[in-house]
């Protein structure tokens, strides 16, 4: 049954099968599930919060210093959001034009990120590497089309 004695196999979240045996239902919190994440040792409470501040902090770093579109949106985005503060719109419409912004950094922070794993993986080309980078830069797309919708939309009306 595509294990070998009776060693554990997964069978899906939740469900754990040994050898031949029938399939037992486990909790999908249950500590012995080999699919259940179990939460990293290590930091907790205050400490934790600061260590995670601290990896963000690295990571904004990175992304401006080794990538140029993100350097690009930044300096979009830092005409538009104080734009945005001047225009004569309602709060719930700057908020809208502010965080279409956010979305957009956030979004290419996502494809950098992938950029950076399939690198990591392989400098080979290969289909899944060309399709994992495309759709990064499909969803940038997406979310540059966001933020030119809303900002037109709330300023032309």
Known sequence: ????????YPIAM???AVGG?????????HRDDPMTLIPPKGRAGLARI????????????AAFKGEA????????????????????VSRGERAL???????SLI???????????VDRVSEERHPLSKNAKDMGSA????????????????LLG
């Open 1 to 8: 049954m595509g294990g070998e004695g009776n060693r554990p």
């Open 21 to 29: 045996e029938k399939s037992v239902k486990m909790s999908p919190f």
């Open 97 to 103: 034009m502010v965080a279409a912004c956010l979305l």
């Open 50 to 61: 600061v260590a995670a501040a601290g990896y963000s902090r690295d990571g904004l770093v």
């Open 107 to 117: 979004v290419e922070l996502f494809n950098s990120a992938i950029e950076a794993v």
């Open 14 to 16: 939740g469900q754990l």
């Open 69 to 88: 579109a993100f350097r690009q949106l930044v300096a979009l985005h830092a005409v538009l959001i104080p734009l945005a503060f001047f225009c004569p």
């Open 139 to 154: 969803a940038q797309s997406v979310a540059l089309a966001l933020v030119a919708a809303v900002w037109g939309l709330i």
